[in-house]
């Protein structure tokens, strides 16, 4: 999800959908073509008629049955996005994201026999995470070109969340339907000085502005395998050098991320990377800072900050990168002091995995629980989705679950008012053989 802080389509053709921008990855040109589509092949036929003539063979030819449409799917994505991608790869072979080789005295993982095996037995993961990357790439490949000045917030993320739950083939409102797929965490839209953790709940006015600068950070899941990965929109070019240097940034972070890399040594080479920018604004040269109490983080099965921690700025931290991790590299780059704190309604909430077996005297509190167990499990959800399963009057119950430390609240966290901040994030799975950057895509 949007971040940790350290202290604590018109028709989308996919037909050849995404071919990487010379990564080697992303979203391949992929045939989606049904297998097995019902052929005008007629050999049978002409054998049978051997030896008829011309006039036999042309008699033939009228008779030729049109082709029959295979049942079963579209072959496009459709706009806004509906068609499940299950029926657009029917044969469940997904896009792999891009491969990075590994270098240095990790360079024999690419061709040893034992860690091959272990690459191979990892297939239904592997699978997971590629269907849950396309679901993300299709997606947002539409939210960037739909989105525009003068849409409500509240507008922009019910478009991205109801296409992220139709391409996972899971619309949530069903018990437990959530927990099998759909969306990861709430689709942050976090403006300007707001870098994180920010969502309309119920009621929301807020329009999206010309001069605005907004993150669009949202996770789509399948069994748990949660893809994070976030973009930054504007529609004003004076902040083109903030968004290069947040993505210099986080390709950076990338790039240095590897099995046994210490995360204090990845942090510093994004902290060079992105402090080595800077944006006019109002006539004036304001250098770029990385927020250095944001970071990257691990993911695990349902949860999506794992226990370990990336830094974006020189620290200390010798923590290293193991083998089957997964990790969300994410940046982000301020124009303000660098430094986020809580600020603004609190909207985004998530069930602790560890969370305490405490008595709860508020009834609400009880049935809110297990409303939340059963659809989120320890999935992050916002006030929205709570609205969306048909319950109201509840924030006395959601208050009193996260006073108790059974759940907790990640309010939006903001740097100092007049500035700005971009985000850029992708998931990276670190694969016995291989670093593979499942979300790439021809975007970013």
Not at 61 to 78: A, E, L
Not at 123 to 144: I, K, M, P
Not at 212 to 218: E, G
Not at 242 to 258: F, P, Q, S, Y
């Amino acid at each position: 999800m949007a971040a940790k802080t350290a202290d604590g389509l018109e028709k989308l053709d996919l037909i050849g959908p995404a071919k990487s921008d010379g990564h080697g990855g992303g979203s391949k040109g992929t045939d989606v073509v049904p297998e097995n589509e019902d052929s005008d092949d007629d050999e049978g036929d002409e054998n049978g008629h051997a030896g008829e003539g011309a006039n036999g063979a042309a008699k033939k030819k009228k008779k030729k049955k049109p082709k029959k449409k295979k049942k079963g799917g579209s072959k496009t994505q459709t706009s806004p996005p509906r068609v499940a991608v299950s029926n657009l790869f029917p044969n469940g072979q997904y896009p792999e994201g891009e491969l990075c080789e590994y270098k240095s005295e990790n360079a024999f993982r690419t061709t040893d026999e034992e860690k091959r095996h272990l690459d191979r037995m990892n297939n239904d993961f592997l699978s997971e995470y590629r269907q849950g990357a396309e679901v993300h790439r299709q997606v947002r490949q539409w939210a960037q070109k739909t989105i525009q000045p003068g849409q409500t917030l509240t507008e922009i993320a019910e478009g991205i969340e109801d296409s992220v739950r139709a391409l996972t083939g899971h619309l949530g409102l069903e018990e437990g339907d959530n927990i099998k797929g759909g969306m990861g965490f709430p689709t942050g839209l976090s403006i300007n000085h707001c870098a994180a953790h920010y969502t309309p709940n119920a009621g929301n006015k807020t329009v999206l502005q010309q001069d605005d600068v907004m993150k669009v950070d949202f996770g789509a899941h399948i069994n748990g395998r949660i893809v994070d990965s976030a973009f930054t929109m504007t529609f004003n070019p004076v902040y083109d050098p903030l968004l290069a240097a947040v993505k210099d940034a986080t390709n950076t972070g990338i790039r240095e991320a590897g099995i046994d890399v210490r995360v204090g040594d990845i942090g510093a080479a994004i902290q060079e990377a992105m402090e080595s920018y800077e944006v006019e604004l109002g006539g004036k040269m304001v250098p770029i800072k990385a927020i250095k109490n944001l970071n990257g983080h691990d993911i695990v099965q349902y949860s999506i900050h794992g226990g370990k921690s990336v830094p974006i700025v020189k620290s200390q931290d010798q923590t290293k990168m193991e083998e089957g991790e997964i990790f969300a590299i994410e940046t982000f780059g301020s124009t303000g002091k660098g430094y986020v704190r809580d600020d603004l309604e609190t909207s985004h909430y998530a069930k602790k995995a560890d969370s305490p077996n405490v008595a709860l005297r508020v009834s609400s509190a009880r049935s809110l629980l297990n409303t939340i167990t059963k659809n989120f499990g320890t999935l992050p959800f916002c006030r929205r989705y709570l609205d969306r399963l048909g319950h109201d009057k509840y924030l006395l119950g959601l208050n009193n679950l996260v006073s108790a430390g059974i759940v907790e609240a990640y309010p939006p966290l903001c740097d100092v008012r007049g500035s700005y901040t971009a985000q850029y994030e992708h998931t990276i799975l670190l694969r016995p053989t291989v670093k593979e950057v499942v979300s790439r895509g021809d975007d970013y």
